[in-house]
């Protein structure tokens, strides 16, 4: 997928709202890195798509209690609205990148 | 109140975290063998050992033991505990006095009982030390011998084989990780590393090492004489119980403990590799050789020691992960158990549920990361949906 299109100053359209089912995840690239997109509800969440602690992609975990993603790997857990790491091995959090849906078009700014 | 852990492994580190996040105040101190501080040992077959990461993540840095206040010493080896002074001895000499005793002490890899196995070249693996003399041997064209067909000798050879290096693995038994997966894992796991070039001899044993002409090694085979380069050893862990059984500590195949992971005395507690535990998933006792295990276990004394209430009892859990592959076991797989196959070996993607009396009682799963969080959950609750429902790829578990 390609996602190289910029609407204004730093937002990029990364996906639609369509391509994440409801309580899941959806791995996209923004500038070489993955992203992990996130559906609480109907609403839209992004954070780094790399646990903290070690090389699992984020993505192929599982959104538990509505609102914390669990690592594939080691059974770590993030809050995906803060990023805050909340059960062992992850003591760093994940950093979060802002997000708005417009027309069903998510769009991100990379977050520092 | 002084809590002392003897051993700064995964569990130790563990402990001493926990022993903070659950709101202890008195004094922590950390005694460990090794030179570093405390890492996870799980990328020394992997990441560190072909080079893709400097070093395995550290779970206890100097800032971390300062603002936690965990008084950690490395190259200390503990020689003995004095049980009615509270003491343990060091090699130095030194006694350090305890109010609580956690023996996190884990383990050394098993020797190989034949000639040879002390020459230049012979490698066994478990220490950041030891993946990196090992890795200095990887290059392209060396031939290396690995003996023993389970996780550690087989995560060796896919790494070896991703640098190049030409792998025999030898292994004693009829099967490859016999003692924890049934044969149709086993076979999945020949198949891999055959794909791969890797030359698996099973039922096989090496008689003698010695030095070689043409290259450093030559190891007596069953069917003859063949140089490597370098030998690794991976036939698994060698309990340090020593000092628990030296102060007469009850002792059955690892340190024996309860749900909060106390000895058969109430002042000195065990976890990680070296505690045998009750668990209810296995019907009796379990020791398991396992990251999670050494994390938790750790977790739960910590909580314990703190003033907290734990039980551990997890359910066990193990992966390993060989080239593009991402195996996890969940629970205690059975040779003799019923198996519903979501997906195939062939499509190198599946997950093995095994069933007894229509309930669910092991999940091994191939690069299917998201089958086992499910299975764990129904595990827990005692359920499990029908065999049509499990083998049906179109079917979302985790929507059930």
Redesign the interface.
Known sequence: MDFGDVMEEEWIKVGTVADIDEDDTHSVEVGGKPVCLYNLGGEIFATDGKCT???ADLA???V?DSCLI?C????GSFDIRTGRAVA??CTEDLRCHPVKVEQGVIYLRPAN | MHVVIVGAGQAGAWVARSLRENGFEGEVTLLGREASAPYERPPLSKGVLSGTEDHPPVLLTTQQCDALRVGFRPNTEVVSIDRARREVRCESGETVAYDRLVLTTGGRPRRLACAGTELPGVHTLRTIEDSRAIATLLQPGKRLLIVGGGWIGLEIAATARKKQVDVMVLEAGPRLCARSVPPLISTALQGWHAKAGVDVRLSATVSSIEKGTRRDLRASLPWGAEEFDAVVVGIGLALDTGLAEACGLEVHDGIVVDHQGRTSDPKIYAAGDVASRPCSWAGGRLRLESWANAQNQAIAVGKTLAGGEAAYDDIPWFWSDQYDKNLQVLGIPSNQLEGVMRGSVAEGSFTLFQTFDGKLRSVIAVNAPRDIKVAKRWLREGTCPPAAVLADRSVRLDKL
Do not use: I, Q
């Open positions: 602690h070690g090389d192929l975990g599982m538990v669990e594939p790997l080691h059974e062992a091995p």
